[in-house]
């Protein structure tokens, strides 16, 4: 499986751990992280059609500055990435969270797996899913 994803986190462990599940499970996929939702929102806006556009975006919601919620509201806007797959992962289990989620373009909302054995297990299963099965 290969492709292109973005990762927006700003727990450092987090991203640590994510990268470690698809440097071991997934080495054909590239990730990028970026640790900041302002910092993300520049990269989106600045991003040219010359550069690979990711295969999936994965966005955490509860973030300083600019929350994941109104980040994905602002990638949307962008006609560059207003099909490509966004997943949002948080440790919210509000139903508002969701809602608003769903309503702004999220494709799919997950909770963050626990632990780092619940997500060697998940993050495969998410990725093969939008990177291969996905169409």
Do not use: C
């Not at 966005?59 to 560059?80: F, S, T, W, Y």
């Not at 997950?110 to 297990?121: D, T």
Request: glycine letters at 2%.
């Amino acid at each position: 499986m290969k492709g292109l994803v973005i990762s927006v986190e700003d727990n450092p462990t987090d991203s640590a751990l994510m990268s470690r599940v698809f440097q071991k499970e997934m080495p054909l996929v590239e990730v990028r992280f970026i640790d900041d939702s302002l910092d993300a929102l520049a990269w989106f806006r600045q991003h040219n059609n010359i550069s690979p556009i990711p295969n999936l975006i994965l966005l955490d919601i509860k973030m300083p500055r600019l929350n994941g919620l109104d980040l994905l509201k602002e990638i949307r806007k962008i006609e560059l990435f207003r099909y490509v797959p966004i997943v949002m992962m948080s440790s919210s289990d509000q139903i508002s969270d969701k809602d608003m989620a769903y309503f702004n373009g999220a494709n799919s909302y997950l909770e963050k797996p626990k632990n780092y054995a619940e997500l060697k297990e998940h993050i495969p299963i998410v990725a093969k899913y939008w990177l291969t099965l996905n169409k």
